[in-house]
């Protein structure tokens, strides 16, 4: 039986076939990245780092994986918005170097609405499945921001620049099946098999080879870490001071007050996902 050992908004649970899972489980706020989830998640993931068993997998409770940052925590906070918006990726910037750097692999599984700062968290696994009818869509520009939480060091290595450019300045969504054919993702699965493969993809590799698992990961990271490590705070830099300004402002107020209703038919998890962009 699964034991759950840390509180919400993030969980860590220790599988007994050998694999580590770290949960976003935030399902009514869309997972969204405020700064008391920011610091949670950089904190399990820290938790996690120091004793991660074969394999780790991050997932998430609820319709969406990350619907990104909390715009209606960003939106509130006049002259104090860039220094809130800079400790909420830092803290979540932390959190992704955590998991970048385990030394055994990662798995993640994305659900639902994967959008903002909830793609880098997605991205940041070895292995990405994702649901068909995931959705990943940027959506920093709409607002005025600049991605963070390493989209925009993740995005060209995986799909290359003209396909990462048409990601982050147009906002194009993609389906977990969209994901798979530009190889943001390594395989889409039907909704319903997601998290049954999950499991089994992360209980596969934590009783596999842990030796040459690890060694292998290590070539692939070779001369990543400091890379993403200083891409990472210019990704901070230029968010928050991009939120401190008044474009950004006015697009975030114009943003929510545009989305405060939902759509016939949309869901509430959509509705969460219009109000979170980063």
């Given at each position: ?68 940052g909390d715009l209606r925590a960003f939106a509130c ?30 798995v993640t599984a994305v659900r639902g609405a994967a ?164």
């Amino acid at each position: 039986m699964s034991l759950p050992v840390s509180t919400e908004p993030v969980r860590i649970v220790r599988h007994p076939d050998g694999f580590v899972e770290l949960r976003l489980d935030d399902p009514g706020r869309g997972n969204a990245l405020d700064l008391r989830t920011a610091e949670a998640l950089r904190d399990g993931a820290r938790e996690v780092a120091a004793g991660p068993g074969g394999a780790v997998l991050l997932r998430a409770a609820g319709g969406s994986f990350c619907v990104g940052g909390d715009l209606r925590a960003f939106a509130c906070r006049g002259r104090e918005t860039g220094a809130y918006v800079h400790a909420v990726a830092s803290a979540a910037h932390a959190a992704i170097l955590a998991l970048h750097e385990l030394p055994v692999p990662l798995v993640t599984a994305v659900r639902g609405a994967a959008a903002g700062g909830g793609i880098g968290l997605a991205l940041v696994g070895d292995l990405v499945l994702a649901a068909r009818s995931a959705r990943f869509r940027l959506a920093y520009t709409a607002i005025g921001l600049t991605p963070d939480c390493g989209a925009s060091w993740f995005l060209p290595r995986l799909v290359g620049p003209r396909r990462a450019a048409d990601l982050i300045l147009t906002n194009r969504v993609l389906t977990g099946d969209d994901a798979e054919r530009w190889g943001l993702v390594s395989r889409s699965v039907d909704d319903e098999e997601l998290d049954e493969e999950a499991h089994r993809t992360a209980a596969d590799l934590a009783a596999g080879a842990g030796d040459a698992l690890r060694a292998a990961k290590g070539l692939l990271r070779a001369g990543a870490g400091d890379g993403l490590r200083r891409h990472l705070a210019a990704e901070a830099r230029s968010i928050a001071a991009l939120a401190d300004g008044p474009e950004a402002q006015e697009r975030m107020a114009s943003f929510l007050a545009a989305r405060g209703r939902p759509k016939a038919g949309d869901g509430r998890a959509e509705a969460r996902a219009s109000e979170s962009v980063s």
